[in-house]
């Protein structure tokens, strides 16, 4: 599994230093401009293709900064809107398209102007690299149920995101890390190394946040395609719990079953072969979850459920452990030998 350069180009942009943010691809970022040189680059950037380069401040607090105290590497934006406001300050709406390194910078009319070089690498496909892709998607989905003050929809969104450096982006702008650790990523420009790192920051805050994980492997005397119908059925779901049952079977569809007792989201789903749920009872309180993953194997001439459950505490877990065979697995095996 290997990186190559697809293209690489060299630009001559407006240049502006922001503070306390590193902006990604693929990133929509609100903020104000104010500084008098911030304002005539992003004016000269209007006039224009509406495109400027975005580098993040070494210290915050300096209010004219050099070249030499800005990063070197940043991301060529658009200014999607813009919206001069009464101070004479401009609110800017502006979405990350592309990472760079800066070659040069020069001050003209009052402005940074940067030449920046651009190189995107294309990732040869293959089985290690759907490996990564898993690794992080299935990490993504633990942190995101450790970590309730996080935006669900923006972080649902990359889980489903298929090309490995748009996942990589998208994931880190969205990670819980210092601006040093933001900027680090920034700076790596291949695809795989990037991905890769991303891996090992949630690894490393997944494996030291509380809570336990439940996996069970429970066989079924049905076909993968039967089971998966039965799972987001509403009415069938109802009909082997014995419990009310609501279900919207698409990715971001709600449900709540056992009566109310357990309600949530449905994070991704794959046609016969996988199901992944933001999961709750209804109990706990808002914004918490657990992320539920239950893969359906073809085993034998029926199927194989892999439930993999993370994001519970201890004193759930038993509970849970015991539930999914009595409130799921019984009954469903019961249902299927009427």
């Known amino acids: 599994m290997s990186a190559s350069i697809e293209r690489s180009a060299t630009k001559t942009l407006p240049m502006m230093p922001i503070r306390d943010v590193v902006i990604f691809p693929y990133m929509l970022t609100p903020?104000?401009?104010?500084?008098?040189?911030?304002?005539?680059?992003?004016?000269?950037?209007l006039a224009g293709d509406r495109k400027i380069f975005l580098a993040t401040q070494r210290d915050a607090a300096i209010d004219e900064p050099s070249p030499d105290q800005i990063y070197g590497a940043g991301t060529i934006v658009h200014v999607i809107e813009s919206l001069r406001l009464p101070d004479g300050n401009i609110k800017v709406l502006v979405e990350g398209e592309e990472r760079a390194r800066v070659v040069s910078v020069a001050v003209e009319q009052g402005f940074f102007q940067a030449t920046v070089r651009t190189s995107n690498l294309a990732l040869e496909p293959?089985?290690?690299?759907?490996?990564?892709?898993?690794?992080?998607?299935?990490?993504?989905?633990?942190?995101?149920?450790?970590?309730?003050?996080?935006?669900?929809?923006?972080?649902?969104?990359?889980?489903?995101?298929?090309?490995?450096?748009?996942?990589?982006?998208?994931?880190?702008?969205?990670?819980?890390l210092t601006l040093e650790e933001k900027q680090a990523l920034l700076e790596i420009f291949d695809p795989l190394d990037r991905l890769t790192r991303v891996a090992a920051m949630l690894e490393d805050r997944v494996g030291n946040a509380p809570g336990t994980a439940i996996h069970q492997e429970t066989d079924f005397p049905a076909a993968p395609e039967r089971i998966y119908e039965i799972l987001l059925d509403a009415t069938e779901f109802a009909a082997f719990t014995k419990q009310p049952a609501e279900i919207q079977p698409r990715p971001g569809g709600k449900f709540k079953l056992?009566?109310?007792?357990?309600?949530?989201?449905?994070v991704e789903l794959v046609k016969r072969r996988r199901i992944v749920q933001a999961w709750r009872e209804a109990s706990w309180p808002p914004g918490v979850y657990s992320m539920v993953r239950l893969e359906l194997m073809a085993h034998g001439s029926g199927t194989r459920i892999v439930l993999d459950q993370t994001?519970?505490?201890?004193?759930?877990?038993?509970?849970?452990?015991?539930?999914?065979?009595?409130?799921?697995?019984?009954?469903?095996?019961?249902?299927?030998?009427?």
């Open 311 to 338: 994001g519970l505490t201890e004193d759930r877990w038993d509970r849970w452990n015991a539930d999914w065979q009595s409130r799921y697995w019984e009954p469903l095996r019961r249902y299927l030998g009427r």
């Open 126 to 176: 293959g089985p290690q690299l759907d490996a990564l892709v898993m690794r992080v998607t299935t990490l993504c989905e633990r942190y995101l149920a450790l970590n309730r003050n996080l935006n669900y929809e923006t972080m649902i969104a990359a889980i489903r995101v298929d090309e490995p450096g748009k996942l990589a982006d998208t994931v880190a702008a969205n990670l819980l």
């Open 31 to 45: 903020f104000v401009v104010g500084r008098k040189s911030s304002l005539r680059a992003l004016e000269e950037s």
């Open 258 to 266: 056992f009566g109310g007792l357990i309600e949530g989201r449905i």
